[in-house]
Nanobody, 125 residues
Framework: QLQLVESGGGLVQPGGSLRLSCAAA????????IGWFRQAPGKEREAVLC????????NFVDSVNGRFTISRDNAENTVYLQMNSLKPEDTAVYYC??????????????????WGKGTLVTVSS
C-alpha cells in the first residue's frame, strides 16, 4: 500500500524556518513527480511547489519565491520543503502528493494520485 507521511510541522515565529519531510512507504519515489500543497483555514487547497523525477521545479505560489525550496533525495525516498522567512500567511496544513510518471520528466502539480495526511504549520508570535 502506498503511503506518504509528512513531518516537520509545528509552531514557529515569523521570520523563522522549518523543513518539512515527505517520506514514501511501500513504493519508490524515483518514478514519481511530487508536490507540496497547502490549505489555510477557510481557504481552498493550493499547490505550492512541485518537482519532477529529475529535479525540475514548478512554483505555483509567487509569495514563496526566494523563501521556499523543494528538493528530493531518491536514495532516502524522501522529498523536502525548506521554508525560510516564514510569514503568518504561510500558516496552513501542508500536504505532499505524488503521481507516478514512469520515465517522463513532468514537473506540473496537476493529477496527483496519492496524498499524505498533512502536517500543520503555524506561524505566529
Amino acid at each position: 500500500q502506498l503511503q506518504l507521511v509528512e513531518s516537520g510541522g509545528g509552531l514557529v515565529q515569523p521570520g523563522g524556518s522549518l523543513r518539512l519531510s515527505c517520506a514514501a512507504a511501500g513504493f519508490t519515489l524515483r518514478d514519481y513527480k511530487i508536490g507540496w500543497f497547502r490549505q489555510a483555514p477557510g481557504k481552498e487547497r493550493e499547490a505550492v511547489l512541485c518537482i519532477s523525477r529529475t529535479g525540475r521545479i514548478t512554483n505555483f505560489v509567487d509569495s514563496v519565491n526566494g523563501r521556499f525550496t523543494i528538493s528530493r533525495d531518491n536514495a532516502e525516498n524522501t522529498v523536502y520543503l525548506q521554508m525560510n522567512s516564514l510569514k503568518p500567511e504561510d500558516t496552513a496544513v501542508y500536504y505532499c502528493a505524488a503521481k507516478r510518471v514512469y520515465y517522463m520528466d513532468y514537473a506540473s502539480c496537476s493529477g496527483m494520485n496519492d496524498w499524505g495526511k498533512g502536517t500543520l504549520v503555524t506561524v505566529s508570535s
